[in-house]
């Protein structure tokens, strides 16, 4: 399901990392918004309990995926891929292989659009459209 949607240009609506063989994990994510005390600050991202894809996708629907960047990793293992969707306040980031299919897909409905990545050892480190950063270590099993 995964897969099928991510080739249509779509990924749930629901916040949660995506894997190709429709599995996911709930992403718990609050970005402070372009106004709020806290804009230009560390987005805090943690990765929750199971989710139920077909569950998910049934329920909450699906939204267009809205690319705003790809970068090369620097050890050359594929790529990340960002942007949003929706009405502005949803983010998603995705990891690429090196042929460019889909490793995972993290969706977050209160992120904003990312806009860019760089790279800090295997720390990427990713803009929102509000300034905000989202830091992944792209070592970490559930992101590798």
């Known amino acids: ?43 805090p991202f943690r990765l929750g309990e199971p989710v139920d894809v077909a569950r998910a996708v049934e329920e909450d629907g699906t939204n267009e995926v809205d690319c705003w960047f790809e970068s090369p990793l620097p050890d050359g293992s594929g790529r990340m891929s960002g942007g949003g969707s929706g009405m502005g306040n949803v983010g998603y980031l995705a990891r690429l292989d090196a042929a460019g299919a889909l490793r995972w897909v993290a969706v977050m409905n209160r992120s904003n659009p990312f806009l860019g990545v760089r790279f800090e050892g295997s720390t990427a480190v990713f803009t929102n459209d509000w300034r905000n950063e989202l830091r992944l270590d792209l070592t970490d099993p559930a992101l590798a």
């Open 1 to 43: 399901m995964i897969v099928r949607l991510w080739a249509a240009g779509e990924m749930p609506f629901r916040d949660a990392l995506y894997r190709p063989d429709d599995t996911g994990l709930e992403v718990l994510v609050e970005g402070p918004g372009a106004y709020h005390p806290d804009a230009g600050r560390p987005i």
